[in-house]
């Protein structure tokens, strides 16, 4: 939609989402519901053109970081805070974490507020991890796995293992002991 000029530029953007889209809480989508809104638009062509092109069509499924993300009236928005506001009636104020991963699943189910840290804590593991589980290197120098976590934000070493199950049980029992959710290392 960022070809449509808004007649209303002060509008509160929250007023504008709540009359053009609609969220689906089932599945996670959004859809446009243009008709029913002329006086968002400076004329009768623009305002056609975007029926023809946007309603009752799916919103906001540009993808931007893995995302799912669009424009209305040029400004820029992210599908999954777009469907908390539309389901909650407030934008949120922290982070939006994916439960189980996938940033483009917007069910509500699957969306839950996060600090920075939570959300850290519910990531997938690296593609340059070489261990199979997150916070488990092999040392090459010294022959040993190494194990470590975050905990606010600092690295924390754990401790030098032989074993690479030894390296795993003890990284495992520390995600439980500093609250990472359980999805926290997946491979998707």
Do not use: Q
Request: net charge positive.
């Amino acid at each position: 939609m960022g070809d449509i000029c808004y007649k209303n530029p002060d509008e509160d953007l929250s007023n504008i989402v709540r009359r053009i889209l609609t969220y689906n809480h089932d599945d996670g989508s959004l859809i446009w519901c243009i008709r029913g809104n002329r006086e968002f638009f400076r004329s009768d062509a623009s305002y056609k053109r975007s029926i023809t092109l946007f309603h009752s069509k799916p919103a906001l499924v540009g993808l931007s970081d893995g995302y799912h993300c669009g424009e209305v009236f040029s400004k820029p928005l992210l599908a999954h805070r777009v469907s908390w506001f539309l389901y909650y009636g407030e934008w949120p104020d922290s982070y939006i974490d994916h439960i189980d991963g996938n940033r483009t699943n917007n069910r509500i189910t699957n969306l839950r507020l996060a600090t920075r840290e939570e959300n850290a804590r519910n990531a997938k593991i690296y593609r340059t991890n070489t261990s199979g589980k997150s916070g488990v290197a092999w040392c090459k120098r010294d022959k040993i796995w190494n194990a470590s976590i975050s905990i606010k934000g600092v690295r924390t070493h754990l401790g030098n293992f032989k074993r690479k199950e030894d390296a795993i049980k003890c990284r495992e029992d520390a995600e439980k002991k500093y609250g990472y959710h359980k999805n926290h290392g997946r491979t998707i």
